[in-house]
């Protein structure tokens, strides 16, 4: 057993990402390789034993929330693995910080949609702000302060593969649930197909999601997509606004 069976210890706190986000990058979960054994996943901050020693190669994947479902722990298909060495010694502690960027090879069909330049989302029932307390980040809102619901879609249309991985990231926070969800235009019969895909709750704090759609693209098959958000007032309430930031496509 390599070090007699005494370990040394890896510690990784939090991860940074090359992608813009609001706030959280989502992502929750290391899953760790030393020297080809897999160690498992470990939810951040983490501190886990290794029974490897001399020089010890690491390949760290990114783990999120699938769909933002935290029973639902799974590696990001689209960021490429955070790799380093370390000669190690045991019962020492090491101390690493992932860093992940998407692989070679993925496509975005459009531009990040981050509102700092206006947006491909319907400008009246989507505005858009600048937060001055946060860097003077610009973001998306729809209220529903006069309406029982809002929603708010692309106004380009997008092809999508329908026998590859397809996720949609973006960053909220909310005062009202809402739904997010894509268009299928079939270009044939000129029909079009509404599908709302998850139904998001209120939170007061950024979070990003990664929603993924494979399953949902694979069954529509359409000639071309569009995105939209629609926020609900609740019965009985006054309404509030849903925030939005950071909206991309991403597939291979």
């Given at each position: 057993m390599p070090n007699g069976g005494v370990p040394f210890y890896m510690?990784?706190?939090?991860?940074?990402?090359?992608?813009?986000?609001?706030?959280?990058?989502?992502?929750?979960?290391?899953?760790?390789?030393?020297?080809?054994?897999?160690?498992?996943a470990y939810e951040m901050p983490c501190n886990y034993p290794v029974l490897e020693q001399n020089t010890v190669r690491f390949v760290v994947n990114a783990g999120i929330y699938e769909s933002g479902q935290s029973g639902v722990r799974v590696i990001y298909?689209?960021?490429?693995?955070?790799?380093?060495?370390?000669t190690a010694t045991p019962t020492n502690?090491?101390?690493?910080?992932?860093?992940?960027k998407y692989k070679t090879g993925v496509s975005f069909p459009f531009t990040l949609?981050?509102?700092?330049?206006?947006?491909?989302?319907?400008?009246?029932?989507?505005?858009?702000?600048?937060?001055?307390?946060?860097?003077?980040?610009?973001?998306?809102?729809?209220?529903?302060?006069?309406?029982?619901?809002?929603?708010?879609?692309?106004?380009?249309?997008?092809a999508l593969p329908f026998d590859r991985d397809v996720w949609l990231e973006f960053d909220y926070k909310s005062e009202?649930?809402?739904?997010?969800?894509?268009?299928?235009?079939?270009?044939?019969?000129?029909?079009?197909?509404?599908?709302?895909?998850?139904f998001l709750t209120p939170r007061d704090t950024w979070i990003k999601i990664y929603l993924k759609l494979t399953d949902q693209i694979n069954s529509v098959r359409a000639d071309q997509y569009n995105l939209f958000f629609e926020a609900l007032?609740?019965?009985?309430?006054?309404?509030?606004?849903?925030?939005?930031?950071?909206?991309k496509l991403v597939h291979y």
């Open positions: 510690r990784m706190d939090s991860a940074t990402t090359t992608s813009a986000s609001a706030g959280d990058n989502g992502i929750k979960d290391v899953w760790v390789e030393a020297n080809s054994t897999n160690l498992g298909p689209f960021y490429q693995p955070d790799t380093f060495s370390i502690q090491y101390v690493h910080h992932p860093v992940f949609q981050d509102f700092s330049f206006g947006s491909e989302f319907d400008a009246t029932k989507m505005s858009r702000v600048r937060d001055t307390l946060n860097n003077n980040n610009w973001y998306g809102v729809i209220s529903t302060l006069t309406d029982s619901s809002q929603e708010a879609a692309q106004s380009t249309t997008y009202v649930p809402f739904f997010v969800g894509f268009y299928g235009n079939y270009l044939s019969g000129a029909s079009v197909v509404r599908y709302p895909v998850l007032r609740p019965y009985g309430s006054t309404g509030g606004s849903v925030c939005i930031d950071n909206v």
